[in-house]
């Protein structure tokens, strides 16, 4: 091992102090099935411990009951996806004798972990809409999405899918689509619109996974495509990634607000089909920050794909404001400033995004930002205003996006708690 690696992860796991370390023997052992290009897993578990052998195990591992949905539909013909469809908005009991892949799935998805609380569908979004929109749409497109980007592994899968150089806009805008739409108040229940097009896109995850392999994916070196440890590393930059750039925006959270926002993510993470033993227990941005130290120790430094969708990303951006009208109109000049603004100037210089001179802009703007919203927050009924209004253009916006191919191919949405409603009678999509 290099002095560079072995610095670079013995500082991350500094960060993990107070977690057991294994045996010399055994980290051999588990070093013979780590994937080769996802880091030095012998010097993983010996700094990590038992949460390195984890995550070990989980470069291993797809989803499981996803992936088997995707294995009987072939076997299913016309009637499967209907079928599919159908449980992920009207639920498992709309369905007379549901195949067992289909039916395992959703039975998955529909039991509600015993954490869960009424506030877990309510106190993330709560935290998420006292933030204003473009606040969101910058970290989204800036920050968020770079950094899931930089990892080597997920822009492998993702320039192999062929289409999304091309289309990093639709993306970017399809990403937004689906933040939105789990962000909305009461939405995550059963039925309701962030449910339904999470369990759309674990679908669509899992529909990519197969095609990945079918080319191909050397599993050997990279360990499972669109495998668990890259599901947590995403999961992970909608949480401390993003909070951090909306901190530099101005728009810190307190402890409280960040703890709502865990909790729903939990849920979040059971509805995408992320192992529970990523995110229980991570109840705020240093957790979350060491568990993505231990992510980041199974990747390589950013490759040529992740520089490409960062460079597609950050030109599209500007195009995201401009949608529909309801955000404010922003420059590419602006795009570049906050780019370097929430990334640092070493970020951004190794993506070669230049630098601007409205960046000079950024620390006073946040400044001003960061001290109206504590404001804000001094005072309940303008908080509560301030939510309310955030919530309501959330719905504009989302009512004025061009519908997101994954949501108009699923036949659409439904409402939230509407899985005692009566689902739309179709002899073709009963069995
Ligand atoms: C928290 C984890 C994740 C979330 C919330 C998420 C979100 C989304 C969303 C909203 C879409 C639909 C919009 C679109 O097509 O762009 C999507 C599609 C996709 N995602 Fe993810 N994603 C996650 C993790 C990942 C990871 C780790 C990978 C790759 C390693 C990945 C690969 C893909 C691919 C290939 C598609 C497109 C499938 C298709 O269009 O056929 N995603 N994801």
Partial sequence: MSLIKMSTITRR???????????????????????????????????????????????????????????????????????????????????????????????????????VTPRTFTGGSRTFMSIPLPAHAVTLSLAALTHTYSSPAIAGVLVGTGELIN????????????????????????????????????????????????????????GHPLGQVDLARTWLDFLPISYAALGKLGYDCTADEVADLYRTWWYIGHLLGIDP??????????????????????????????KALVTQTVAGAADLFSLNGILPTVSRETIRASFRHVNGDRIADFFGVPASPAQALLPLAALAAGEEHQLARSFPPAWEARIKANEALAETFLALLPTSAYVTNSGGYHDAGVMTGTAPTAGSSQR
């Fill in 13 to 115: 796991a500094a960060l993990f102090a107070g977690l057991g370390c294994i045996g010399l023997g055994q980290a051999t052992a588990l070093a013979t099935t780590w994937p080769a290009a996802r880091g030095d897993g012998e010097e993983i578990v010996r700094l990590y411990g038992e949460r390195g052998r984890f995550v070990g195990r989980m470069l291993h591992v797809g989803d499981p009951l996803a992936d088997a949905v995707v294995a009987e539909l072939p076997g299913l013909g016309e009637d499967g996806h209907r079928l599919l469809q159908r449980g992920i908005a009207y639920g498992l009991a709309s369905l007379t004798d549901p195949p067992p892949a289909i039916a395992a799935f959703l039975r998955s998805a529909e039991t509600v972990p015993p954490w």
């Fill in 167 to 222: 289309s990093t806009k639709r993306r970017l805008v399809e990403t937004t689509d689906w933040l939105l739409r789990c962000m909305q108040p009461g939405a995550l229940r059963r039925g309701g619109k962030g449910y339904v097009a999470t369990l759309q896109v674990r679908m669509l995850h899992a529909q990519a996974r197969a095609r990945t392999l079918a080319r191909g994916w050397n599993v050997g070196a990279l």
């Fill in 277 to 306: 033993g990523f995110y229980l227990g991570i109840t705020d941005h240093q957790a979350a920050r060491r568990l993505l130290a231990l992510v980041d120790a199974t990747n390589r430094a950013p490759d040529a794909n992740s």
